[in-house]
C-alpha cells in the first residue's frame, strides 16, 4: 500500500516539474511611423536607407531623406498607372508608368524614357533589370551603369501573360493569369515551374522564395508551403478567408499581409502553422496593408492604405 501511494506521488511531482509550454500572441510593435498624409495606398517601396526612401502608389512617387520626416511628389512625364519603382541610390532609379521605362539621375527632378517594361528591378550587386513580356515570352535587359543604358540578357518562355512579379535570391518569379507561378534563375539560366495547384478563387497574388522557404499567399486566405512528400505546394491555412496580397521575411519567419489581416509563421508554440499578429492592445487591424519588405533581420517596413507606412518588428 505504502509502495502505491509512494508511487503515486513520485509522478505526481514529476509531472508537475515539466515545462509548461506558454504559446506567444504575436503583436506587431511600430517603431517609427512613416505615413504619407494625403498619399493613396502604398504599392511599392524601394529602400535605400534610414534616411532616404521612396515609395509609390498607383499615381504617384514619393521621396523622403530625412527618415519619413516630410515626403515630397516625384512628377513623371505623362498621367500613367505606376506599375513599379527600383532605385539604385537616392538619385538613380527606374520606374514604369503603365508599360513605358523610365530613368532618372537626379533623384527624381528629370526622367528619361527608356523603352517599354512589365517589371523592374535592382539586384544586391547593383545591377538593374527590366522586363518586358507578352503572353509567351519575356525578353530581360539588364544595366550596369543605374539605367544610362541597356542590354539585352535573355529571352525565355511564359505560359502565360504576367499578372505579377517578385525577384528573390537571383530567381525572377512571375504569378501568370492562369494563376500559376513560372521561374528564371538567373544564376543557372534555366526556367522553372511550382506546382501550387490554386484556382482563381485563391489567385496568388505574393511569393517568397529563398533557398530555405517557399510560400505563396493569394485571395481567400491563401497560404502555401512545400509538401515535402508530394513535392508541390499544399495550403496550410485553414483558419480564416482574409485575401492576402503580399509576403516576405527572413530565414527564421515570414510575415503575409492583406485586407484587415497580418499573419506570421514565426514559432510561438501554437498547434497552427500560421498564427495572426494583433496589435500592441490585443486587437486586429481595420486596414489593407499591400506590402511588406525587410530592412533588417527583424525590422521591415510595411505599406498600405491611404499612404499607411511604418518601420514595424513583431514582438
Not at 4 to 25: G, H, M, N, R, Y
Not at 174 to 182: L, P, S, V
Not at 265 to 273: K, P, R, T
Not at 282 to 290: A, I, Q, T, V
Request: proline residues 2%; negative net charge.
Amino acid at each position: 500500500m505504502y509502495k502505491i501511494i509512494l508511487f503515486i506521488a513520485i509522478a505526481f511531482f514529476l509531472s508537475s516539474c515539466k515545462k509548461k509550454v506558454v504559446e506567444i500572441v504575436p503583436t506587431l510593435t511600430i517603431i517609427d511611423d512613416l505615413s504619407i498624409n494625403g498619399a493613396n495606398d502604398i504599392r511599392y517601396i524601394s529602400y535605400i536607407s534610414r534616411d532616404i526612401c521612396f515609395a509609390a502608389t498607383d499615381s504617384c512617387i514619393y521621396k523622403t531623406i530625412n527618415g519619413g520626416g516630410t515626403w515630397v511628389s516625384i512628377d513623371v512625364e505623362g498621367n500613367f498607372l505606376c506599375r513599379g519603382i527600383a532605385f539604385f541610390d537616392e538619385l538613380n532609379g527606374m520606374c514604369l508608368m503603365d508599360i513605358k521605362l523610365y530613368t532618372t539621375h537626379d533623384g527624381g527632378e528629370t526622367w528619361n524614357f527608356k523603352g517599354y517594361g512589365d517589371f523592374v528591378f535592382v539586384n544586391e550587386d547593383g545591377i538593374g533589370f527590366v522586363g518586358d513580356c507578352s503572353s509567351t515570352y519575356c525578353d530581360l535587359q539588364k544595366t550596369y551603369n543605374k539605367g544610362e543604358t541597356f542590354s539585352n540578357l535573355i529571352q525565355f518562355p511564359l505560359d502565360a501573360s504576367l499578372r505579377g512579379f517578385r525577384f528573390m535570391e537571383n530567381k525572377i518569379l512571375i504569378i501568370n493569369d492562369d494563376a500559376q507561378i513560372e521561374g528564371y534563375n538567373l544564376s543557372m539560366m534555366n526556367k522553372f515551374d511550382l506546382d501550387i495547384n490554386a484556382n482563381y478563387d485563391e489567385f496568388p497574388r505574393g511569393i517568397y522564395m529563398t533557398n530555405n522557404d517557399t510560400v505563396v499567399v493569394g485571395l481567400n486566405g491563401l497560404i502555401m508551403d512545400p509538401d515535402l512528400y508530394l513535392d508541390v505546394m499544399k495550403r496550410s491555412n485553414y483558419s480564416n478567408n482574409y485575401d492576402y496580397y503580399d509576403i516576405d521575411g527572413n530565414d527564421d519567419y515570414q510575415i503575409c499581409v492583406g485586407e484587415n489581416i497580418i499573419s506570421t509563421n514565426l514559432d510561438i508554440a501554437s498547434e497552427n502553422e500560421w498564427n495572426p499578429v494583433f496589435d500592441i492592445n490585443g486587437n486586429g487591424f481595420d486596414k489593407l496593408f499591400r506590402v511588406i519588405r525587410f530592412i533588417e533581420k527583424d525590422k521591415f517596413l510595411l505599406g498600405g492604405s491611404n499612404g499607411y507606412l511604418i518601420i514595424g518588428t513583431i514582438l
